[in-house]
Structures are given as structure tokens and as C-alpha cells.
């Protein structure tokens, strides 16, 4: 099987000693985070859209409308500073910087942090830019920094031949083919995930993570027109052709072919409509909140898992860096095979239907790390105009 975000079997790359970098900063002198954010908080962060969602929870049809919370000001606040200073870390293209993500931390306290993956040379450039932030806002700003080696090049597995192993579609239906079942490409297999829809037309398309067409999911158009199938019964049903690769965001849209449809549900899950997707604030209240994702993969099943950074920049598989990442669950919450699911959480206004976070690429195969990532919906849909 040749999945190239595949974890297991590849060189190993050390992560050293964790520091913070909080007081350190050339911050506002005597501010502490907490005290500090009073200054900057107004009116307006007591409101946050946590997602958009189909209206009166139609699974397969009507425009994505929002949906609003009430959250405590000087925490929503907290993640906006910190979102602010990884722009300035992204903006700046810091070779050493491998991850870059927001902890939203908890409510209650302005808590939210940036957690920083980098070499060891990276300290000094890391205060310069996240230090005019905290400085403007009157508050400390804690980054939490994981010092790791050099990287070494990455393995890709090759496919053992045969049928793949995964679930298989259930039922080959007019009423749609579901995400969460096993996808098949002349390269590899993946996990099908749940309708992508195009928000200007409503086109609707089959999807899975980019990289099970091969080369480090950098193809763009190369792979234009190359089979996509599903397997039902050990055999292959071709239901669609690859229209475009989304190198950036490791997802590949395929159009349907045929009778073949994509459907807004997840097969295995329970609820399994989905019905639309959380924003990037709404996935850090989540996290506030103590509510973890679940996600339902080809080989690996179900799994759950906390949410550890939101707002994500990684640069640790591929051939570029992905933003709009999402972190979340541990290692084992992803098997090869399981790319192309989707991470979600039930609907909190209407318990029949699930809110899509992301889509998962890879887990963590360093030894010390211990989370999976992808592309959240949010950046999906705010940057290529698709969403769940």
C-alpha cells in the first residue's frame, strides 16, 4: 500500500527538551497574560459564529447559515493574540519552524498559547515577532517550544498488491455513496470522505487526502481524469475521475461519474448526517470546552480524541507547508488507510447530525509525538470556496 503520509517505517526524527517562552518576551513591563487582555477586550469578542450549518438540518441541501454562541470575552480575546503572533511566525518564513499551532486553553482564564514546533536557533527570531503582538495588546503571550532534530527524509511504504485492507462500502446505492469507507486509486487507498460541495454552485464531489495518488500529495493537475473507486463485495466500482488536487490543503476533488453520488454521511457513525462545519473559533471553544473529535477510518474504525491546537501551520509531510491545520487525538488514532477521513463532533443544536472540523492526513511517527493532523473545513472553505 503507498500512502505517502504513512507513519510507520520511517526514519525517526528526536524531539528534545520543551521550554517556555512567556515573562522572556519583551512584554509590557510588569503585565501578566491574564491581567493584561482587560485592556484589549471589547464587546465584540463576547460573541463567536462557531460554525455553519444547512438549515433545519437538511443533509443534502440549502446554503451553509451560522451559527452564534455567547463565550467569556477575555478568553476569545486570548486566541485572537494568539492567532495574531503565528501570522507574524508564518509571515516571517522562519526555516527552522516545523509547527506552529494555537492551544486555546481553558475558559475562565485568558490561557490560550501558541505551542511552536523548531530547531534549536529559532529561540531568538521567535521573541522579535511574537513580541510586538503582546507588547500592543498590554499582555503576556506564552509559547511553548519543542526543540527538534534536523529532519530526515521520509520513507514511503509500497503497495503490498491485492485487495486493500478496510471496510468496504455496504451497499452500492442511488441514494449516495457515504464517507468513512474504503477508497482505492491506481497508486494506493484511502478513506472516503463525506460530500465536499462547492459553495458557488453546490456542485457536489467524492474526496480523500491528495497523497493516495502518490508524490508526497504535490499533484495538482498531472493526475487530471485518473481513476477513483470504492470497493463493495472485493470488487472495484469506479464512481468518479480525479478533477483536482489541492497540494496546499492535501485533498483531491473528484468528480462523479455515472449514477454514483457523493452523500453528506458517514457510514459507521452514529449520527452519520452531516450537515456542516465548524469554524476555526469554534473548534477552539471546543477545546475549551473538553469536547473531543471523532473521526471513523477505513482501517482503524472509530476513534476519539481531544483537540491540542487549532489554526495550525505544519511543514512535517509533503512537499509544501499546509495551513489552516488542525491537531488533534493521539498517534494510534490513525492508521494507514484512514486518510481522507474526516474528524467531526456532534451537532449541539441538533443531536441527529454531525459538524465536519477536518479532514486527517497523518499522525506523528517521531518518537515524543503523539497527535494526528489535516486540513480543518474551515480553511477548505475559506480559501478554495468547498465545504462539508
Known amino acids: 500500500m503507498n500512502e505517502t503520509e504513512s507513519r510507520g517505517g520511517t526514519d525517526r526524527r528526536a524531539i528534545g527538551r520543551r521550554r517556555l517562552l ?16 482587560d485592556d484589549y477586550v ?5 460573541t463567536i459564529t462557531y460554525a455553519f450549518a444547512r438549515p433545519d438540518g437538511a443533509p443534502e441541501r440549502g446554503a451553509l447559515e451560522p451559527r452564534t454562541r455567547e463565550v467569556s470575552p477575555r478568553w476569545h480575546a486570548s486566541v485572537e493574540l494568539a492567532l495574531s503572533a503565528r501570522d507574524r511566525i508564518v509571515e516571517a518564513a522562519l526555516d527552522p519552524i516545523i509547527d506552529a499551532a494555537v492551544v486555546p486553553g481553558e475558559y475562565g482564564e485568558a490561557t490560550a498559547s501558541l505551542d511552536v514546533t523548531a530547531t534549536e536557533a529559532v529561540g531568538e527570531a521567535l ?5 510586538p503582538v503582546a507588547a500592543g495588546s498590554g499582555a503576556d503571550l506564552a509559547v511553548d517550544v519543542s526543540v527538534i532534530d534536523e529532519l530526515s527524509p521520509r520513507v514511503e511504504l509500497a503497495d503490498g498488491g491485492g485487495t486493500p485492507a478496510g471496510y468496504q462500502l455496504r451497499e452500492l ?5 457515504p464517507g468513512g469507507v474504503l477508497c482505492v486509486t491506481e497508486v494506493g487507498s484511502g478513506t472516503l470522505s463525506p460530500a465536499v460541495i462547492d459553495a458557488d454552485s453546490g456542485e457536489r464531489f467524492f474526496a480523500t487526502s491528495n497523497h493516495v495518488y502518490g508524490s508526497g500529495g504535490a499533484r495538482e493537475h498531472s493526475h487530471h481524469g485518473a481513476e477513483f473507486g470504492v470497493l463493495h463485495g472485493d470488487q472495484v466500482y469506479r464512481i468518479g475521475s480525479v478533477g483536482e488536487g489541492y497540494p ?3 485533498l483531491v476533488r473528484v468528480e462523479p461519474e455515472g449514477w454514483y453520488r457523493p452523500a453528506s454521511r458517514i457510514e459507521r457513525a452514529d449520527p452519520a448526517q452531516v450537515i456542516g462545519q465548524y469554524t476555526r473559533v469554534g473548534l477552539a471553544d471546543l477545546a475549551a470546552r473538553g469536547e473531543p473529535l471523532t473521526k471513523v ?3 482503524s474504525g472509530r476513534s476519539s480524541g481531544p483537540i491540542h491546537g487549532v489554526g495550525a501551520v505544519t511543514c512535517y509531510a509533503g512537499e509544501v507547508c499546509k495551513r489552516g491545520q488542525l491537531k488533534w487525538g493521539g498517534a494510534e488514532d490513525l492508521a494507514d488507510g484512514d486518510s481522507g477521513s474526516v474528524s467531526f463532533h456532534e451537532d449541539p443544536e441538533n443531536p441527529d447530525a454531525l459538524l465536519v472540523a477536518g479532514i486527517n492526513n497523518a499522525r506523528t511517527w517521531w518518537p515524543g509525538g503523539d497527535f494526528t493532523w489535516g486540513t480543518a473545513a474551515h480553511h477548505l472553505r475559506s480559501e478554495y ?4
Do not use: R
Open 22 to 37: 512567556g515573562s522572556g518576551l519583551a512584554l509590557a513591563a510588569g503585565a501578566t497574560f491574564v491581567e493584561g487582555i
Open 42 to 46: 471589547d464587546d465584540e469578542f463576547g
Open 127 to 131: 521573541e522579535e515577532l511574537v513580541a
Open 173 to 177: 446505492s442511488p441514494e449516495g455513496i
Open 248 to 250: 496546499g490543503a492535501d
Open 297 to 299: 477510518g477505513a482501517l
Open 385 to 388: 470556496g468547498l465545504h462539508f
